[in-house]
């Protein structure tokens, strides 16, 4: 059995939970066949495990306890571990986020089993699945396969497979309750906000629609150009590491190996040349737009559609063309 854990937010569904359960399915088909179960924690999230109940999956588990509805590590670890033992899947899948890397690897050791974490892609070798994760920041690829016994943990970067590609029910799976036995005196940590670098920080993984520039920009002064193009196409704005490394933009703004992995419908590269580190955070990106005035750069190799130009005559134009 894969069982997947989804990821929620304040009663809200996190999106790449759905898209964890796409990589669930895809993986039960090549591990033979395997039934998909989901689970979800928290304090009152019976709501979300109906609406987790619309995949094809063979059921949900709702984990409700007053200790989990603020996240603490202590708490999701006690839980998730009493799930782990009582389903005894063979998988255990989880969105790759600042959540799971909390927990996901204390989880993993307190069972004494593999966690495979960042997975791209699925493989096969000799019949067994095997997990594609990237090497290197981005450079090398390689196909991992667990040599322990289950269960195998294992975390999906966002963008790397499509919530849309989730195989929908005829009817709704069953969904049932666990209860579990928490202790507040073992739970060590305080729940706080949410991380956050800065008061303006965003979640670019959650955007829809993403403007980032590059050093093509040339100066700061520059940057309001590109902010009227995001605000036109109600995008956010990102940007690649010497942008933010220069203090032009927050570093929550960063994308690419070292910042946010991002998996928008749109993302528009304004004077981005393309390095590997930056790609590896975009490259999933459903239809990606590049302006550049250089026809060599890199950013065109990943690109549906490529303006070669100078950014300052074409990004005005596309806007005086949005606000028509």
């Given at each position: 059995?894969?069982?997947?854990?989804?990821?929620?937010?304040?009663?809200a569904?996190?999106r790449v939970?759905?898209?964890t359960?796409?990589?669930?399915?895809?993986?039960?088909?090549?591990?033979?066949?395997?039934?998909?179960?989901?689970?979800?924690?928290?304090?009152?999230?019976?709501?979300?495990?109906?609406?987790?109940a619309?995949?094809?999956?063979?059921s949900?588990?709702?984990?409700?306890?007053?200790?989990?509805?603020?996240?603490?590590?202590?708490?999701?670890?006690?839980?998730?571990?009493?799930?782990?033992?009582?389903?005894?899947?063979s998988?255990?899948?989880?969105?790759?986020?600042?959540?799971?890397?909390?927990?996901?690897?204390a989880?993993?050791?307190?069972?004494?089993?593999?966690?495979?974490?960042?997975?791209?892609?699925?493989?096969s070798?000799?019949?067994?699945?095997?997990?594609?994760?990237?090497?290197?920041?981005?450079?090398?690829?390689?196909?991992?396969?667990?040599?322990?016994?289950?269960?195998c943990?294992?975390?999906?970067?966002?963008?790397?497979?499509?919530?849309?590609?989730v195989?929908?029910?005829?009817?709704?799976?069953?969904?049932?309750?666990?209860?579990?036995?928490?202790?507040?005196?073992?739970?060590?940590?305080?729940?706080?906000?949410?991380?956050?670098?800065?008061?303006?920080?965003?979640?670019?993984?959650?955007?829809?629609?993403?403007?980032?520039?590059?050093?093509?920009?040339?100066?700061?002064?520059?940057?309001?150009?590109v902010?009227?193009?995001?605000?036109?196409l109600g995008?956010?704005?990102?940007?690649?590491?010497?942008?933010?490394?220069?203090?032009?933009?927050?570093?929550?703004?960063q994308?690419?190996?070292?910042?946010?992995?991002?998996?928008?419908?749109?993302?528009?590269?304004?004077?981005?040349s393309g390095?590997?580190?930056?790609?590896?955070?975009?490259?999933?990106?459903?239809?990606?737009?590049?302006?550049?005035?250089?026809?060599?750069?890199?950013?065109?190799?990943?690109?549906?559609?490529?303006?070669?130009g100078?950014?300052?005559?074409?990004?005005?134009?596309?806007?005086a063309?949005?606000?028509?």
């Amino acid at each position: 059995m894969v069982l997947v854990i989804a990821e929620q937010r304040a009663g809200a569904l996190n999106r790449v939970s759905w898209e964890t359960v796409a990589a669930a399915q895809q993986l039960a088909g090549a591990a033979g066949g395997m039934p998909v179960t989901i689970a979800v924690a928290g304090g009152s999230i019976r709501d979300l495990a109906a609406e987790l109940a619309s995949a094809s999956v063979a059921s949900v588990v709702a984990i409700e306890h007053p200790l989990l509805a603020s996240y603490t590590p202590d708490g999701f670890v006690q839980a998730l571990q009493e799930l782990v033992s009582r389903t005894t899947p063979s998988y255990v899948a989880i969105p790759h986020t600042y959540q799971t890397r909390d927990f996901a690897p204390a989880l993993a050791s307190r069972l004494a089993r593999p966690l495979i974490t960042d997975v791209i892609g699925l493989a096969s070798f000799e019949g067994r699945p095997a997990f594609v994760r990237p090497l290197f920041q981005g450079r090398l690829v390689a196909d991992v396969v667990p040599d322990a016994a289950p269960p195998c943990f294992v975390t999906f970067q966002v963008g790397a497979f499509r919530a849309d590609d989730v195989v929908r029910g005829a009817a709704p799976a069953p969904v049932s309750t666990m209860e579990v036995a928490l202790d507040a005196s073992t739970i060590r940590q305080k729940p706080e906000p949410p991380f956050r670098e800065a008061k303006q920080a965003v979640d670019l993984s959650q955007a829809e629609r993403i403007v980032a520039v590059g050093r093509g920009i040339k100066a700061p002064e520059h940057l309001p150009l590109v902010r009227a193009l995001a605000d036109a196409l109600g995008a956010e704005l990102g940007a690649s590491r010497p942008i933010c490394d220069s203090g032009w933009l927050p570093m929550e703004r960063q994308i690419g190996s070292s910042g946010q992995t991002v998996a928008p419908k749109l993302y528009v590269a304004v004077g981005l040349s393309g390095a590997i580190q930056h790609l590896v955070g975009m490259k999933a990106s459903r239809a990606i737009v590049a302006i550049n005035k250089d026809p060599d750069a890199p950013i065109f190799e990943v690109a549906d559609y490529g303006i070669v130009g100078d950014l300052f005559e074409v990004v005005p134009a596309l806007i005086a063309e949005l606000g028509r």
